[in-house]
């Protein structure tokens, strides 16, 4: 079945140093791919989202690629923020008739420090 | 645009006793989906809804659980006869009906079972 696998947290960085959460995936077909962001306290949100091979999503400065070759889909930001400290979950959806339910992976806490 | 409200936000109740929670979609959205998620875990698929129709059941619903719709509107989940492992957090989500759309995820009720 789908599968999704991210790296492992928690990832503790200092303000302004570059951020890669990795992700890779398994799925048949063609899958959308997406990461979520979930704040302490809060629900998921949509960060970012890509739905063909090569496509780049890109949101507040976080960027992620889908790259069909290596069934990846990394996370990236130059410069991370204290406010970007959150769960970071990677997510893929593949069509079941009209029913796109995602398979997410475990999830990342990103700690970004002053 | 309301986002998704969920209801409560948090429940503590005693083993074996039934719990019911409440989805409230965004208004113009179909599709309706309810996940759970443990500590530690990304969010993992319970069901979904096309309008009033339960379309999909993951074999993660025992028939403890059951999952209504009934005017395409609101949505329920029941919890019959409570077991310590359905401690969880329980997410609904929904989204428009065209094609591969995001999904708009609800804060979340967090059940503990004492």
């Known amino acids: 079945g789908d599968s999704v696998t991210q790296m492992e947290g928690p990832v503790t960085l200092s303000e302004e140093a570059f951020l890669t959460i990795n992700c890779t995936y398994t799925a048949t077909g063609y899958p959308s791919l997406f990461w979520y962001v979930q704040y302490p306290g809060e629900g998921l949100q949509l960060l970012l989202k890509?739905?063909?091979?090569?496509d780049k999503g890109s949101n507040k400065g976080f960027e992620a690629t889908y790259r069909k070759e290596t069934t990846s889909f990394h996370l990236e930001k130059g410069s991370v923020q204290v406010s970007d400290s959150a769960v970071y979950f990677c997510?893929?959806?593949?069509?079941?008739?009209?029913?796109?339910?995602?398979?997410f992976g475990k999830g990342t806490l990103l700690t970004v420090n002053p | 645009d309301t986002g998704v409200s969920q209801n409560p936000r948090h429940k503590i109740t005693k083993r074996g006793q039934n719990v019911t929670f409440r989805c409230d979609p965004i208004?113009?959205?179909?599709?309706l989906y309810w996940y759970r998620q443990t500590l530690g875990q990304g969010p993992e698929f319970l069901t979904y809804?096309?309008?009033?129709?339960?379309?999909?059941k993951s074999r993660l619903l025992s028939d403890r659980f059951s999952a209504e719709r009934p005017k395409g509107s609101f949505s329920t989940l029941e919890i019959q006869r409570t077991e310590q492992g359905d401690s969880a957090m329980y997410l609904c989500a929904s989204s428009s009906n065209q094609g591969n759309q995001p999904q708009h995820f609800g804060d979340g009720t967090r059940l503990s079972i004492l």
């Open positions: 997510a893929l959806s593949r069509s079941g008739g009209s029913n796109y339910k995602l398979t």
């Open positions: 208004s113009e959205h179909n599709r």
């Open positions: 809804f096309q309008n009033e129709a339960q379309l999909e």
């Open positions: 890509a739905t063909k091979a090569d």
